[in-house]
């Protein structure tokens, strides 16, 4: 039996979905990129579906080797360190909006990013609250406790859902909540009207992804890396996984409104894929290959950040009246290699470009951690 003390598969896990969450997020083309790494329109579920969940499920895992120590210290400290957390990551993910903080107006001249304009919540803004809220869940409630609330949740969500609107774009809970609370000029409009697949409302179902990775986590280390704990997780993978397509045919998987049923069947996929990684990486002992994923997965929050301001950068300077992000895809790209290909090779060279880096990091022993 291997005890656990920091589970190489799922640094891997945390490097893989920072890869995929970089080639989603830099396509050359939108409107020519390959089905996987496009989000569904609406119900249904994509590979590109899979990243973010999965990404809250292996921040839950890394807080089960850490979380004791912190528990260990008192109260104010704890609770401070985690409040101290949640607000940088979402300041973080809130500036990031607002860089560089000027825009060009329809007459192409150069104005001030005004506050009253500027989106509130984001990925990183979701990530930070749910491990607020996981953190507190968890501390207050213990792992047993954290499961049942768990529950609750993803029941109760599905009847606040239908009790305050309906399953579509224009009319669901969590547009009605955002609008009342925020108001549209502080929400996404990249589906076509003010509606923001962070928003608040829906982030407490993603909260159980993080609970969820906590809980393998102890698993982990309370069993050990042995063959019975692989066909434990797999078991209850294949379990979660079926559930999660059974409870589609009525609360449907909706990555945008993050369905209960969304939750469950990520958190399934979850399992599988990394019993798969911990039987290859931990029991047969293969893992020449991981290094490239445990490079990105060491510093995973800056390295996202880099490849979010590198195209918030290339969209923002210009070439003529094109965008630079447009014009090097255009010029470049496009020609070579095609529509298709052309923009997943523009995709691919942002992660390699972002991984060079987080390969000098590494090298030079450089961890950022908050």
Avoid at 48 to 67: C, E, I, Y
Avoid at 192 to 219: K, R, W
Wanted: one cysteine or more; aromatic letters at 18%.
């Amino acid at each position: 039996m291997t005890m656990v003390s920091r589970n190489l598969a799922i640094d891997v896990l945390r490097g893989l979905t920072i890869a995929l969450m970089i080639v989603v997020n830099t396509p050359g083309n939108h409107i020519t990129t390959y089905s996987p790494f496009l989000h569904a329109d609406w119900h249904g579920f994509t590979l590109t579906d899979w990243v973010f969940p999965t990404f809250l499920f292996v921040m839950g895992n890394a807080m089960s080797f850490g979380f004791a120590k912190m528990e260990s210290l008192e109260e104010r400290t704890f609770l401070m360190k985690i409040i101290k957390r949640f607000i940088i990551i979402f300041l973080i993910g809130y500036f990031m909006f607002w860089f560089p903080f000027m825009k060009y107006n329809t007459e192409g001249d150069l104005i001030a990013k005004v506050f009253s304009t500027t989106r509130i919540f984001g990925v990183l803004q979701r990530i930070a609250l749910a491990y607020l809220v996981a953190s507190l869940i968890i501390h207050y409630a213990k792992l047993n406790g954290a499961l049942l609330v768990s529950l609750f949740i993803l029941i109760s969500y599905r009847f606040i859902l239908l009790a305050f609107g309906d399953l579509t774009l224009e009319s669901n809970a969590i547009l009605k909540l955002d609008q009342w609370i925020l108001g549209e000029q502080h929400m996404f409009h990249g589906e076509g009207i003010a509606f923001d697949p962070e928003g608040i409302l829906s982030t407490l179902p993603a909260v159980v992804n993080v609970i969820a990775g906590y809980g393998v986590g102890i698993f982990l280390i309370r069993r050990g890396v042995y063959y019975q704990t692989i066909v434990h997780l797999m078991v209850m993978g294949c379990v979660l996984t079926f559930f999660g397509l059974w409870w589609d045919l009525f609360f449907p998987i909706n990555k945008k409104l993050w369905t209960s049923s969304y939750v469950i069947y990520t958190v399934g996929i979850d399992l599988l894929v990394l019993s798969i990684l911990i039987y290859i990486i931990d029991l047969q002992k293969i893992d020449k290959w991981t290094y490239p994923f445990e490079v990105l997965g060491k510093n995973p929050l800056f390295i996202y950040v880099l490849s979010m301001v590198g195209v918030i950068l290339l969209f923002f300077f210009r070439v003529g009246d094109q965008k630079l992000y447009h014009w090097i895809y255009q010029k470049g790209y496009q020609p070579l290699f095609g529509d298709y290909f052309g923009s997943l090779m523009f995709a691919l060279s942002a992660l390699a470009i972002c991984w060079g880096i987080a390969y000098w990091m590494d090298r030079k022993k450089v961890y950022i951690r908050i």
